[in-house]
């Protein structure tokens, strides 16, 4: 079961791990982001682009299953205004096993971070700025890489 959702609510992480978890599955994984107050950030905006930002977070989580043969993969992922401390991002991946669980579980992270056309803006002392891309995502998602490419 693939569930993902791209919302302006608040993501409630009991409800979304009670979803993930499968009578099949031996373990479950997951991971919440949370918004950093990183050098006085004091809001956080993300944008997406509707249906595309779906598209490509499915895309992820059907990769996942196949390859770690998930009883279900979820992304949850926050947009619009939010401030530090507030969950911007959950994902989980239920399997028979803990080894897949958590590899699955850090690819949908990995990847989300770098395949998934989302924009943010943060706001430091009234004003803001456009958030670049972070070199360690890139390299994160990158061990990923090589299991993907077509023969």
Do not use: N
Not at 51 to 56: K, P
Not at 95 to 112: E, K, N, Q, T, V
């Amino acid at each position: 079961m693939i569930r993902v959702r791209v919302s302006v609510d608040p993501i409630d992480v009991a409800a979304e791990m009670a979803l993930a978890e499968r009578p099949e599955a031996g373990a479950v994984a997951s991971f919440c982001g949370l918004v950093r107050a990183d050098d006085g950030v004091d809001k956080l905006e993300l944008e997406h682009y509707p249906g595309a930002t779906e598209a490509a977070l499915e895309r992820i989580a059907a990769h996942a299953v196949t390859r770690w043969s998930l009883q279900a993969a979820t992304i949850v992922h926050r947009v619009g205004p939010m401030h530090p401390g507030e969950r911007i991002v959950f994902v989980a991946a239920a399997a028979p096993h803990r080894g897949d669980a958590l590899d699955a579980c850090a690819y949908l992270i990995d990847r989300l971070k770098t395949d998934a056309p989302f924009w943010k803006r943060e706001t430091r002392a009234g004003q803001s700025s456009w958030v670049e891309a972070r070199e360690s995502d890139a390299a994160a998602a990158e061990r990923w890489q090589e299991d993907e490419r077509q023969p």
